[in-house]
């Protein structure tokens, strides 16, 4: 037999046991006889709840670095001034407290504190300087750590210095990316800061390397590997003098109601209250800066609210695409406690307020607040001096009762549209019967300080978790 007809027979003979196999195969599934491949049930879903054994973790900002306090250090920030820390919480609720470490080579670093997931807790700072060429007061909330925040306020025109200062209170290397916009959009990609913080550390970055000669300035903030807590800081010298010093707290969330509690102008009589005069020879007069999220474009209408109720159109702001919106306030209210910006898209938003006296003044920017929520309790951390303002943006009364701790409690009602001062006698707890935003705010006649009052971040309490 050649070689040809055996390759011909064995092919015959495979391609007649295919042929049979297959038969077999089909008749197999068509009587139900064979297996057939399929899911007999869904995947296992398991429940795990997020919060259990959860934390949370206030970062403080720290002391006020001065970049070129070194001069074999121009580019380094150097930790100037005296920092009060005030911590809150609710009765028997503590946290543990840690110290950050600054990559300038100081041990002099940003506070952090750790407590239980839902645990009423609070934290805030104000820093006092007076050197040669920085001097004021300045206040911000200590806040959770997120990956995407935003910073608004400052400037890298000549004389004004604004860092970002970033706390990493995690034991994971913190990516950091800040993008950052001014008066003309976002600045150029290529011209953005990428920074590494280590674990446990903290990083100041300024701003007019990246940005300079912009006149308004805003930042986003977003991180990998860790979240981040940033802090926004501002020194004004002029002629060499110091002129101000500013910090700004960070904000989460666009919102088309912003509202900046506590803002007040002190003029340079000295006597607290009096209308701002921007046409009068006023060098710092009341300016709210807002950007839209996400690119939106629209309009923003300002105005200001006092304790009975009153309200006052400031002006309107356009919003262009990614750029910061600017309102110059030529007359503040004479007894106008809060600021409220109600646009037509989301928006983060801030003011400026001064106060002044013959021959020095300071400023600061008051950050949004986020809202506090009816039926629910946040921590009110108390500075020296500071003292507490209560806004409702709704429209109908809120209950508020601000307790101390050891039991002394002031209860308020702040009608719709109002913004309250109430004193503090320390560390307190704030509930409240309606949606209202509240801000801690420190006034001297040639100082200024505040402070967004800030709930605990939301967390989803449970998620699901399917097993293969």
């Known amino acids: 037999m050649s070689s040809r007809t055996s390759i011909v027979r064995g092919s015959v003979r495979a391609a007649t046991g295919l042929l049979i196999t297959g038969i077999a195969a089909t008749a197999a599934i068509i009587l139900g006889t064979g297996p057939v491949f399929q899911i007999e049930r869904d995947p296992l879903a398991v429940s795990v709840d997020t919060q259990q054994g959860g934390a ?4 403080c900002a720290g002391p006020f670095g001065e970049l070129g306090a070194d001069p074999s250090r121009p580019d380094v920030s150097i930790p100037v001034g005296t920092v009060d820390v005030a911590f809150a919480g609710a009765d028997g609720v503590t946290a543990d407290e840690q110290t950050l470490r600054p990559l300038n080579g100081s041990t002099d670093g940003g506070k952090t504190y750790t407590g239980v997931a839902g645990d009423t807790i609070g934290a805030a700072q104000l820093v006092q300087v007076k050197t040669p060429t920085v001097a004021g007061s300045a206040a911000s909330t200590c806040t959770e750590p997120a990956n995407s925040q935003w910073l608004i306020g400052g400037a890298s025109t000549l004389g004004v210095t604004t860092t970002v200062t970033i706390g990493n209170p995690s034991n994971v290397i913190a990516t950091v990316h800040l993008a950052v916009y001014d008066e ?17 550390g903290q990083q100041t970055v300024s701003l007019n390397g990246f940005a300079p000669e912009r006149e308004r300035l805003a930042v ?11 802090t926004l800081s501002v020194a004004h010298i002029t002629d060499l003098t110091p002129f101000a010093i500013s910090s700004a707290t960070r904000q989460l969330r666009p919102a088309q ?17 009096r209308a701002s005069d ?16 996400d690119g939106a474009e629209g309009q923003a209408r300002v105005r200001a609210v006092d304790a009975s109720g009153a309200s006052t159109d400031l002006g309107t702001i356009d919003l262009a695409a990614n750029t910061v919106g600017e309102l110059v306030v030529p007359k503040w209210p004479t007894k106008a406690n809060a600021v409220i910006v109600e646009s037509d898209v989301p928006v983060y938003a801030a003011a400026r307020a001064a106060a002044r006296m013959l021959g020095s003044q300071d400023y600061e920017w008051f950050a949004a607040a986020p809202i506090i929520g009816a039926d629910t ?12 303002v209560v806004t409702n943006a709704g429209t109908e009364t809120a209950e508020v009762s601000v307790r101390a701790k050891g039991g002394a409690t002031a209860d308020v009602k702040v009608p719709a549209g109002a913004a309250v001062p109430v004193a503090l006698s320390g560390g307190s707890v704030l509930s409240t019967s309606a949606p209202v935003y509240a801000a801690v705010r420190v006034v001297g006649d040639n100082r200024i300080a505040g402070y967004p009052v800030v709930p605990e971040v939301d967390r989803d309490g449970e998620m699901t978790v399917y097993l293969r």
């Open 257 to 273: 109601t912003s509202v900046i509690p506590g803002v007040t102008h002190r003029d340079v009589s000295g006597r607290e209250h």
């Open 278 to 293: 921007a046409g009068d020879g006023d060098e710092v007069p009341v300016t709210v800066r807002v950007i839209a999220a």
């Open 56 to 59: 949370q973790r206030l970062v």
């Open 377 to 388: 309790s946040v921590a009110v951390p108390a500075v020296g001096g500071g003292q507490l």
């Open 184 to 200: 003309n959009g976002r600045v150029d990609a290529s011209e953005s800061a990428g920074v590494i913080v280590p674990a446990g």
């Open 220 to 230: 986003q903030v977003t991180s990998t590997g860790a979240p981040v807590t940033a």
